[in-house]
């Protein structure tokens, strides 16, 4: 069984900031994990993900997420926000074996000028 | 251009009607899924079909039914629609060996 949990439905960060969105993951396998953006009236995009190789993942807009086993997280970066963040932003994890992602509740993110 | 395309994008009905929400990819991608969205639940998982005529079911199926006959379609069939079933709707697209990729617009769908 897996499952996600995404620490903050709602985070609200300053324009320029630091964005950090949390992410903790149960998995019975080592997983695959991953990051999706999701923008207002818009499908989700993928922003990384991580599949056992390196386990600091680089992925589109400036993102960076690392994995860390001893912590089962997978937590999302950004070192400065941008107003064009503003999204909703989805963790999900999948055994690397299946197809069943499991998708964490999501965490909106705000920009303040 | 590579995509997802989704029809209805919006669908008001009423309880009992069976309705068909489509879904087609131009990327001849092997897998494709279905999701519903839901406040405060993230996206589940619906169906999922790794190749024509290989379907499974994903975590919340009940109620759902889908078929992949070609590759490019991949429709989600509600027999029975229930006010339970109102949600948005994503079907997903990718390769053998990764995740879904390409989502599509999303359905609004509403059962009153």
């Known amino acids: 069984a897996q499952s996600v949990t995404q620490l903050g439905s709602h985070v609200s960060v300053s324009e320029g900031a630091l964005v950090l969105l949390r992410c903790n993951y149960s998995?019975?396998?080592?997983?695959?994990l991953f990051w999706y953006v999701q923008y207002p009236n818009q499908g989700l995009q993928l922003l990384l993900k991580?599949?056992?190789?390196?386990?600091l993942v680089k992925g589109i807009n400036g993102f960076e997420a690392e994995f860390k086993k001893s912590e089962t997280s997978f937590h999302l970066t950004k070192p400065s926000a941008h107003m064009s963040d503003a999204a909703e932003y989805f963790c999900a994890v999948s055994p690397s074996n299946d197809y069943k992602l499991s998708f964490g509740a999501g965490t909106t993110v705000t920009v303040r000028a | 251009e590579a995509q997802v395309t989704q029809n209805p994008r919006y669908l008001i009905t009423v309880t009992g009607k069976k309705l068909t929400v489509t879904c087609s990819q131009n990327?001849?991608?092997?897998?494709m899924s279905w999701y519903r969205q839901d406040p405060g639940l993230g996206l589940r998982q619906i169906y999922y079909?790794?190749?024509?005529?290989?379907?499974d079911k994903g975590d919340v199926p009940e109620g759902y039914k889908v078929s992949r006959k070609e590759k490019r379609n991949f429709p989600l069939i509600l027999e029975s629609p229930s006010p339970n079933q109102t949600s948005l709707y994503f079907c997903?697209?990718?390769?053998?060996?990764?995740?879904?990729?390409?989502f599509g617009p999303g359905t609004r769908l509403t059962v009153t």
């Open positions: 998995s019975s396998v080592p997983p695959y």
């Open positions: 079909s790794m190749n024509v005529e290989v379907t």
């Open positions: 990327m001849n991608h092997e897998y």
């Open positions: 997903a697209s990718s390769t053998q060996g990764l995740p879904p990729l390409f």
């Open positions: 991580y599949t056992s190789a390196a386990t």
